[in-house]
């Protein structure tokens, strides 16, 4: 059994979902979505109107939580669709940010990846400094904000809930100051990760830079 990790983290629209994706494919590992996971925590906070950190780490430890394909589950509710409102990107980046939810989450997002025999892409902001410091590979991904706006902005439009794009740029830059400035497990490159910028790549170039690292080990 090998389970190895390859932890992909980066700021929003930096294109870690997608190409998380296709490395998983590549190698035949689970895709592991960290964001999507703080994404449902805030979905059902917000649901119950519960703020307080101690209330929300309750319903973080307890999260019924299941990955089945592409879908997100919380028990036999599909929660897929309404995790990616914009609301909740705002709310998730919150939520994110209190430090006994991080911690509520950490053993949940270890099982998850490790319950995949062979390997699991991990995409997130903590998953090469926090979650698994020891993962073997450690990518962070990077674009410039006017292209990260870009392609949130066409994501979003792709999927019927159109925002103009300087309003996307302002969402992500408020998002991004919010997730690199927090005290607990703030967005920062691992030491030993490899920065992967993807401004101007295709998304077949950037699979293929990080399935070579991959080979590497
Ligand atoms: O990757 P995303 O946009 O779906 O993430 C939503 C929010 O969750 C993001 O603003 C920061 C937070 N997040 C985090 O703090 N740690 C992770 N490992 C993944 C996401």
């Known amino acids: 059994m090998r389970n190895q990790i390859v932890a992909i983290d980066g700021p929003a629209g930096a294109g870690k979902s997608t190409v998380a994706r296709r490395v998983a494919q590549r190698l035949g590992y689970c895709r592991v979505d960290t964001g999507a996971i703080y994404r449902t925590v805030a979905l059902l906070a917000q649901e119950q109107a519960l703020s307080g950190e101690a209330e929300i780490a309750e319903l973080a430890a307890a999260l019924p939580l299941s990955f089945e394909d592409e879908r997100v589950c919380v028990g036999d509710r599909d929660v897929s669709r309404a995790i990616r409102e914009p609301e909740i990107s705002q709310a998730a980046s919150v939520v994110s940010a209190m430090p006994k939810v991080r911690t509520a ?63 996307v740029q302002a969402e992500i830059e408020e998002r991004d100051a919010r997730d690199r400035s927090r005290a607990a497990a703030p967005l920062l490159r691992a030491e030993d990760a490899v920065e992967v910028d993807t401004t101007g790549k295709t998304v077949d170039a950037v699979v293929e830079e990080i399935v070579a690292l991959v080979a590497l080990k």
């Open 105 to 167: 989450l950490l053993e949940l997002q270890r099982r998850i990846a490790r319950d995949h025999p062979d390997g699991a892409v991990m995409e997130g902001r903590d998953i090469g400094t926090v979650v698994f410091p020891d993962a073997e590979v450690k990518v962070f991904l990077t674009a410039s904000v006017v292209e990260r706006a870009r392609r949130r902005h066409e994501e979003l439009a792709e999927r019927g809930v159109p925002q103009s794009l300087a309003a």
